[in-house]
């Protein structure tokens, strides 16, 4: 799923922290980055939210709940 023009990053990561199973970031090399690993907020989140917002991220969801609960935030900011 993509998810696109985060400009409130600490909102978007209040959602994951939210989401019940994994929530994973994929690089443009398809490699798989577990965000609910605070770690790999930090890591990921500072080579991409380098100008103020994220245009866009490829996240898998492997929970159901997870992709309602992502597509609600992005569709209305919840």
């Known amino acids: 799923m993509k998810v696109q023009n ?8 209040k959602v994951i922290d939210e989401c019940k199973g994994t929530v ?4 443009p090399e398809g ?3 577990n965000l609910k690993s605070k ?4 890591v990921s989140m500072a080579a991409i939210f380098s100008n103020g917002y ?3 991220l ?3 969801a492997h929970e159901k709940e997870d992709i309602e609960r ?3 935030y992005m569709y209305q900011g919840e």
């Open 6 to 13: 985060i400009t409130d990053v600490e909102k978007f990561f």
């Open 24 to 27: 994973e970031l994929v690089s």
């Open 31 to 33: 490699d798989r980055i």
């Open 39 to 42: 770690l790999s907020q930090y």
């Open 54 to 56: 994220i245009k866009e």
């Open 58 to 60: 490829d996240l898998i």
């Open 70 to 72: 992502l597509i609600k």
